[in-house]
Structures are given as structure tokens and as C-alpha cells.
């Protein structure tokens, strides 16, 4: 059974393109997290997301952020018009309960840089 | 809003050494706190998990406390190797939602 697979591993945008990461969570897992660790910081939630629905997404900036895990198909977080502040390391996590408990599994993280 | 501290934010310790890393959090409403590990360009790996009614957890020579009440917990390891520098985070879930609250962490070095 994989684990939590992101990709790309290392991404590297200059200001005003677009960035989108991708995340596959694991086998039987329905419930995806992203999160973000700006350089020096901890973790910060961003958003949670079941199959087709945004469930919180109050951790995500007002612009520019945006979230979907589809159907079918890995859960995508794209951030339009990338500034020097976006570079971070962004995590993805996926568990099979809405209860999170030692059920959570994090992916290795897409380090994105703007320049 | 809940806030998660870690203290210290590093330590330099020879090795053989026990220790012990703290977590403080402000709002005792938690379902339950959780200590991971991180290395360099890595994930987060999950140590151990103490539920809200529980006072402590024990894998191998990691023993993590909670108290509640007082919003604080540690994590002792013992005997510490090289092989256990990375960096500790403490997260707490609470029973509002399904998110992990993080703290900054503790970068742990052991030396040879």
C-alpha cells in the first residue's frame, strides 16, 4: 500500500505564474488535508477536503489559493499568480476517518520556490 | 484560537543523554495531542498519540505525558542516539474539527 504520494517533489516558479501541486492519498483514504510550513514556521492547516466537497477551507489565503480533490483523480492545490511569499513547503495529508487520531499519513511535501 | 508551543526550539545534547521536549497548548478542549517527527526534506512521521483521557504513551524509549488541564505536555526520550536528530512537532486535534493544530517544533541534535 503507497503511501501519500505528492508531486512534484521540488517546484520552481517565477513571480506571477501559476503552481499547482498534487496529491494521491493513500488506498482507502477519502479525506485529504493540505498544509503548509512557511520556512522557519510549523505546520499550518490550510484546507480539508472529502470526494467532490471542500469541507473547511478556513485556513486558506482569500486569493489566489484554491483546492479540489475531484472524483477521480489526485486532490490539487493551485496557487495562481505565485509571490515570493507563497515559497514554502506544502504537505498534503489523507486519513480514512473524519477523526483524525494516529490514522493521519502525511506525503513528503512539494517544496515550491519563487524567484 | 487554539496556540501550540514548543520549548525549546533547539537542543544540543552528546549522546546517551535522556531529555525531554515540551509542548504547551491554550485551549484544553483537545481530542487528542499528537508528537511527530521530521526529518530534513521529509514528511511527517507519527510517534506516538495520547487520546484526551489518557495521561501517558510509551514506544520504546519515547514516553510522551499530557496533562490537560494544565495544557502541557513532554516528550522524554531516552538514552538518545545520533540517529534521533530531526526536528519534534507536537500537534493537537481538537474536538471542534478534523485539523492538527502544530506547533514550530523542537531541532534536536544528538552528537556522537
Known amino acids: 500500500n503507497a503511501g501519500v504520494m505528492q508531486n512534484p517533489r521540488h517546484l520552481v516558479r517565477r513571480r506571477g505564474q501559476e503552481a499547482r501541486l498534487r496529491c494521491s492519498p493513500m488506498k482507502g483514504h477519502s479525506h485529504v488535508y493540505w498544509y503548509r510550513q512557511l520556512p522557519e514556521e510549523g505546520l499550518k492547516f490550510m484546507v480539508y477536503l472529502q470526494k467532490e466537497n471542500i469541507i473547511d477551507e478556513s485556513g486558506m489565503p482569500k486569493e489566489r489559493f484554491s483546492a479540489e480533490f475531484p472524483k477521480e483523480g489526485p486532490s490539487i492545490l493551485r496557487i495562481q499568480q505565485v509571490v515570493r511569499g507563497d515559497s514554502a513547503a506544502y504537505f498534503c495529508?489523507?486519513?480514512?476517518?473524519?477523526?483524525?487520531?494516529?490514522?493521519?499519513?502525511f506525503g513528503e511535501g512539494s517544496w515550491l520556490t519563487v524567484v | 484560537k487554539q496556540e501550540v508551543t514548543q520549548i525549546p526550539a533547539a537542543l544540543s545534547v552528546p549522546e546517551g543523554e535522556n531529555l525531554v521536549l515540551n509542548c504547551s497548548f491554550t485551549d484544553s478542549a483537545i481530542y487528542n495531542l499528537q508528537w511527530f517527527r521530521q526529518d530534513p526534506g521529509k514528511g511527517l512521521t507519527s510517534l506516538l498519540l495520547?487520546?484526551?483521557?489518557?495521561r501517558e504513551q510509551t514506544s520504546g524509549r519515547l514516553n510522551a505525558s499530557l496533562d490537560k488541564s494544565s495544557g502541557r505536555s513532554t516528550l522524554y526520550i531516552a538514552a538518545s542516539q545520533p540517529g534521533d536528530s530531526a526536528t519534534y512537532l507536537c500537534a493537537v486535534e481538537e474536538t471542534s474539527g478534523s485539523r492538527l493544530t502544530f506547533g514550530e517544533g523542537t531541532q534536536l541534535t544528538v552528537n556522537p
Open positions: 495520547i487520546q484526551s483521557s489518557q
Open positions: 495529508a489523507s486519513s480514512p476517518f473524519q477523526t483524525l487520531g494516529n490514522t493521519i499519513y
